[in-house]
């Protein structure tokens, strides 16, 4: 287990072996997003060692492995599948097992009208089958709408509407065309340099009362594509009116509203789905991530007005697998029955209070904001400004490593923090004393 109480240890990363290793995949894999030379061995709960026995604890994997690593209820359900069958076509055939997880999505997901469920292996492909589904469902309508900041995929179409970084979007044109984006709801930083609430929402209000007017004929579009909760674009949270108001001109206009749950779903914001927090619902929502616990899992679940109705018209190979469907089964019964949901609000609060310590005591922390285990922390050049500070965020993200905490960068110059519901307190101290550390060391 890992010690809880100092002296914070400090590791050589990678070690010899990691070295080795590092060399290999450098030499063999395409280049990613990699962040840190750590090479794991094995890992369990929110605990992960390398293959030189240095141990971290894990406050990035809570977004996909929500139940944390390898928990023995996931773990045995994938075995005991395994020993049934891999693989049948899911999308051809039928099973108990496929048509269960369908139902208990259906019943995840809150909405007025019946639903439906596309079963898929990533969020970037459940974002894919919305926007066929509303485009399918509506011909004349082709435009989409989507937002600065953020991230749904970086296939073609996904990586048309992704808007976090430009790294993502740079030499990939043309991208599909006819897709618009608008500035999120950032009021740390906004855009129009207004001050909420004197700014009335005008981050809503400006799709009908300008774009709808002057550039983007709403009978023209067929879906508008939002996160509850900016993710890659730096774990921003609007406020309490932005997402109602949208979703009533989306309503008006005849627009599909897709809910894109793929990073702040599945409980980590203290709610199943982040959309509870703002009392509305979408006509279709993507799920993915933390849906299988680390098993490659995702789905679109819409209205049943949305589906293809035709066969051939959408599909694909590997949704509803036998390891998937099982590890997705169990992801929920694990939920259920330790109350992770619950256990994310509730922890959220403490953990988000003692981010909130540290930034009266550091000025270089700007912003700190989230809802339950989803958080960050914003650095800064100075509060005045809020000018975002990417080179000192990185040095505090080393130190961090070297500490024996994983973290991820998202945004400009945040880190966020997003440990398995499983975490506990002892487990939040010791990562806020790593990273107190880290900012005096940075």
């Known amino acids: 287990m890992l010690e809880t109480s100092p002296p914070i240890p400090t590791y050589d990363i990678p070690g010899p072996e990691g070295r080795r290793v590092v060399a290999a995949e450098s030499a063999t894999v395409t280049t990613g997003t990699k962040t840190a030379p750590i090479v794991v061995k094995r890992a369990s709960g929110l605990l992960v060692e390398d293959v030189d026995g240095n141990v971290f604890l894990d406050f990035t994997s809570g977004m996909v492995a929500a139940t944390g690593h390898s928990h023995p209820k996931v773990a045995e359900a994938i075995a005991e599948q395994a020993e049934r069958w891999l693989f049948i076509n899911s999308p051809d055939f039928y099973s108990p097992l496929q048509a ?32 066929k589904a509303t485009r399918w469902n509506k011909p004349t309508r082709k435009r989409l709408i989507a937002f600065i900041g953020a991230f749904h995929g970086r296939t073609m179409g996904a990586n048309s509407m992704t808007a976090s970084k430009i790294a993502q979007r740079a030499r990939f044109t043309p991208n599909m065309p006819d897709v618009h984006h608008l500035p999120y709801a950032t009021c740390y930083r906004c855009p129009y340099k207004m001050t909420y609430p004197n700014c009335d929402i005008w981050c809503a209000r400006i799709l009908e009362e300008l774009y709808f007017k002057q550039l983007i004929p709403p009978d023209e579009v067929s879906a508008i594509f939002v996160e509850p909760i900016q993710g890659e674009g730096g774990y921003i949270v609007p406020p309490p009116e932005w997402v109602p108001i949208i979703r009533d001109i989306a309503s008006r206009y005849g627009i599909a509203y897709v809910d894109d749950e793929v990073q702040a779903g599945m409980g980590k914001t203290g709610k199943m789905l982040a959309i509870e927090h703002f009392g509305v619902t979408a006509n279709c929502t993507s799920l993915g991530k933390a849906l299988g616990s680390g098993v490659a899992v995702a789905a679109t679940v819409l209205d049943a007005d949305l589906d293809f109705g035709e066969q051939g018209a959408h599909s694909n190979t590997f949704g509803g697998n036998g390891i998937a469907l099982a590890a997705a089964k ?107 550390r880290a900012i005096r060391e940075a």
């Not at 339950?372 to 650095?379: E, P, Q, W």
């Not at 050049?381 to 905490?405: E, I, M, N, Q, W």
């Open 330 to 436: 169990a992801t929920l019964d694990v939920m259920e029955e330790e109350r992770l949901v619950e256990r994310a609000a509730e922890l959220g609060g403490y953990f988000i209070a003692k981010l909130r310590e540290l930034q009266e005591r550091f000025v270089a922390i700007g912003d700190v904001r989230g809802k339950g285990l989803m958080l960050a922390v914003d650095f800064v050049t100075d509060r005045a400004s809020r000018t975002p500070d990417p080179a000192f965020r990185d040095r505090v993200l080393k130190r961090c490593f070297l500490h024996g905490l994983m973290l991820l960068p998202c945004g400009f110059s945040a880190l966020r923090f997003t440990p398995a519901l499983v975490v506990d307190r002892t487990q939040i101290d010791r990562a806020v004393d790593i990273l107190e």
């Open 100 to 131: 269960e997880v369908a139902e208990r999505l259906v019943r995840l997901v809150p909405g007025l009208h019946s639903k439906k469920v596309f079963l898929c292996n990533s969020g970037t492909e459940a974002n894919e089958a919305a926007i």
